[in-house]
Nanobody
Framework: QVQLVESGGGLVQAGGPLRLSCAAS????????MGWYRQAPGKQRELVAA???????NYSDSVKGRCIISRDNANNTVDLQMNSLKPEDTAVYYC?????????????????WGQGTQVTVSS
């Protein structure tokens, strides 16, 4: 069993910062890629930022220069520091983590999603 717990969402004024965190726990052999996605009302879920196990990052054009994704491999966490927030950043934010676990005689790799955390940016 693997659990993801997100924290850090909330209401913030435009221009302000917010930091999201996601922690994975359970039967984990290795954490692979980690990322943050968001879904605004009436829109599809979209990638915000991602980071490989080696630390290579990728950002959507809409947040590039305003967000920083980071990870702590020792504690199985991924954070998203968001700065200069805009009303259009309002959405439910989800972390997604690729996790390899050992069961029986085999290793398996699955993607796991957090429960989502609401970020609301007021103008």
């Amino acid at each position: 069993q693997v659990q993801l717990v997100e924290s850090g969402g909330g209401l913030v004024q435009a221009g302000g910062p917010l930091r999201l965190s996601c922690a994975a726990s359970g039967s984990i052999f290795r954490i692979n890629a980690m990322g943050w996605y968001r879904q605004a009302p009436g829109k599809q879920r979209e990638l915000v930022a991602a980071i490989t196990r080696g630390g290579t990052t990728n950002y959507s054009d809409s947040v590039k220069g305003r967000c920083i994704i980071s990870r702590d491999n020792a504690n199985n966490t991924v954070d998203l520091q968001m700065n200069s927030l805009k009303p259009e950043d309002t959405a439910v934010y989800y972390c997604k983590i690729s996790i390899t676990y050992y069961r029986g005689s085999y290793y398996f790799t699955n993607d796991y999603w957090g429960q989502g955390t609401q970020v609301t940016v007021s103008s």
